[in-house]
């Protein structure tokens, strides 16, 4: 019997539970081995999955609106199995690894078979979509640089041409870049002679074999390339001279990846790879000219050294950040400093993985001896005036990390920790205000200030972000809560597309009727409370027109809500939801539920207005 025909059968039996009832359960339900039958759509997705012994002592039961939740002997998560539209009939089937959901296969046209796949927590962040509803993806909706890799290896481990072609720069995304036509042409050449070539070198090359797996990507950092850059005219982010570390049957070996373009929220090949030790030539980046001696390049120049080989090798042996003990997090962390010595062109970034890999083990994995860690190497670092800046940097990481730490502990004191994590912020951002990293120490505390109520403080943070740090990855979103603490008495701009009909929504046309915008989210209860009384006044005042700004991620639990709780208003919604949704950058939300009312000249009088404010604004504004 297929995995297909199973996961068909125990729709049915799920769908007939819900239906049913909690009470029906142990005679209609699905018993816990049923459910743990079921396999992911997609391949290579690390999920629990317990021995036959094991699945006898799981069980299975109703939790809510969960749906069926099947959990192992101890009580933790394995699988669920969920209802988001109210039809009694599973359309979400969740995969979990050591109680975190890592994966999930969705039914979003409701006809009981998955169209959409996602990655998500510690399983990684890919988003597929199967339009034909046959198993395969189609296309990929998000996609990281390592997933791409990870792809590819699989992809040439199975000689699978379809899944090397799915994150290959394709004709039409070509058109987006805005390179130049040289460019163009050259990258066109490139697109349309891969797919004809993949089958020749998955059969000839031999790094990759049949019990091949991925094991780490290899990239020092992406670089951006500026509009107006050999006649291009947009601005592109690129990786070059990419590796993918393979392992096959305890080895490990490289593949030279070569470049990889972003198209939105994906990221792309733009060739095969290749085997050779050679390794490929940047396509974006001039190449850098070898270091010379004598006349002659330097022996092994640009090929990593026996010990850096070695080092890394020892690196991806050790086991992922949710698993490690303190100990293999101490010889990650020498491990890497090692590297450094190896890689002194590139001692910054491995200082960086140091930091990133500490800070994210301290707020993920519990490794409390990090911030200890931290903080030692911000000392050490700090003692010598070349390495202000990585000091810096350390000292940021420290920061978070022990504020996250005090945060998530029992019986905190939440004014207190905040009062000090505004001057901590405050005494940061004065120390390191030349260097770009400062940037994300003053959205931080313009977010404080705000959630503190001193929102002059706010502004002020704001303000310096968007002037000093003009080309930050945070300057959109700092200029966007700038402009809206600034905006009462001015005119807001607010355009997109109404969810389910299409049709074209322009706040500005509205000038003759007040207008409330509300930023919500289906996770949000607070969102969800004010729509009642937002009803009610709707009807109240005719003079009132309401659109809800959606910041879900997730665009399929935003329709079904709708679905069962249509408030009658205009909704608009893109993906990004609020930490880098358009609707959430353009006005800097940071928190929903955020209401902002217009009067009827389309200026704002209330740029956060409460549901207990507003009748007696709009008897005020509408009088």
Same mark, same amino acid.
């Given at each position: ?423 901590? !912020?405050? %005494?940061?951002?004065?120390?390191? &205000?030349?260097? $770009?990293? =400062? ?5 931080? /505390? +313009? ?11 706010? !502004?002020? %943070?704001?303000?310096?972000?968007? &002037?000093?740090? $003009?080309? =930050? ?5 700092? /200029? +966007? ?143």
């Amino acid at each position: 019997m297929t995995i297909t025909l199973r996961k068909t059968q125990l729709v049915a039996s799920l769908a007939l539970s819900l239906a049913c009832g909690r009470a029906a359960l142990a005679a209609a339900g699905p018993t816990a081995i049923d459910a743990l039958s079921l396999q992911p759509m997609q391949k290579d997705v690390e999920i629990e999955r317990p021995t036959a012994e094991e699945a006898k002592k799981c069980t299975i039961k109703a939790e809510g609106k969960k749906g069926w939740v099947v959990r192992d002997a101890g009580g933790q998560i394995l699988r669920t199995f969920s209802d988001t539209n109210g039809d009694n009939i599973v359309d979400q089937w969740c995969y979990y690894k050591d109680g975190v959901e890592v994966y999930r296969d969705i039914d979003t046209n409701f006809n009981r078979k998955a169209d959409q796949c996602r990655w998500m927590n510690t399983g990684g962040s890919r988003w597929g979509v199967d339009r034909d509803e046959n198993g395969k993806i189609d296309f990929w909706k998000t996609i990281s640089p390592e997933e791409a890799t990870a792809e590819l290896v699989a992809a040439m481990r199975d000689g699978d041409r379809e899944r090397f072609e799915r994150i290959l720069l394709n004709a039409n995304e070509l058109k987006t870049l805005g390179v130049s036509p040289e460019k163009a042409d050259a990258l066109s050449k490139k697109i349309q002679m891969a797919p004809a070539s993949f089958a020749k070198l998955a059969t000839t090359q031999k790094v990759i074999g049949p019990n091949s797996k991925w094991v780490s990507f290899g990239g020092m950092q992406p670089g951006l390339v500026p509009a107006g850059t050999d006649g291009s005219t947009n601005d592109l982010t690129v990786y070059e001279n990419v590796m993918a570390m393979v392992e096959t049957d305890g080895k490990a070996a490289p593949l030279s990846v070569g470049t990889l373009v972003r198209v939105g929220d994906t990221w792309r090949l733009i060739d095969l790879p290749t085997t050779s030790e050679q390794g490929t030539e940047p396509f974006f980046f001039p190449m850098p000219k070898p270091q010379m001696q004598d006349g002659a390049p330097l022996a092994g120049n640009g090929q990593p050294s026996e010990n850096m080989q070695k080092i890394m090798e020892e690196l991806q042996k050790l086991p992922d950040l949710a698993s490690s003990t303190p100990a293999d997090h101490a010889k990650r962390v020498e491990l890497t400093k090692q590297a450094a010595v190896e890689d002194p062109e590139n001692r910054t970034q491995w200082y960086h993985q140091i930091a990133d890999t500490l800070s994210a083990a301290v707020q993920t994995g519990g490794y409390e001896e990090g911030i200890i860690k931290l903080r030692e190497l911000t000392d050490e670092l700090a003692k010598d005036p070349k390495d202000e800046e990585l000091a810096f940097y350390y000292e940021w990481r420290w920061m978070t990390a022990q504020h996250g730490s005090e945060l998530a502990k029992p019986g905190t004191d939440f004014p207190k920790i905040q009062e000090r994590w505004i001057g901590d !912020l405050t %005494a940061f951002v004065d120390k390191s &205000k030349k260097y $770009p990293l =400062s940037a994300e120490a003053l959205m931080e /505390l +313009g977010i404080s200030h705000e959630f503190g109520g001193d929102e002059a403080k706010a !502004l002020e %943070a704001y303000s310096s972000l968007v &002037k000093d740090f $003009p080309s =930050s990855p945070m300057y959109t979103k700092a /200029l +966007g809560a700038k402009t809206r603490l600034e905006a009462p008495g001015k005119s807001i701009g607010l355009k997109g597309k109404v969810v389910g009909s299409g049709q074209a929504f322009d706040l500005a046309s509205r000038q003759g009727k007040a207008v409330l915008i509300q930023y919500w989210a289906t996770w949000s209860d607070l969102s969800k409370a004010d729509m009642p009384l937002l009803k009610e006044l709707r009807t109240k005042y005719k003079d009132l027109e309401v659109v809800g700004v959606c910041l879900d991620n997730d665009p399929q639990a935003m329709m079904a809500y709708l679905k069962q709780n249509d408030p009658r208003w205009p909704q608009l919604f893109e993906e990004g939801g609020l930490e880098s949704s358009r609707y959430a950058v353009e006005l800097g939300i940071q928190i929903v539920p955020t209401m902002i009312l217009v009067d009827k000249q389309g200026k704002v009088v209330n740029r956060n207005i409460r549901a207990d404010e507003l009748e007696a604004e709009l008897q005020r504004i509408l009088k």
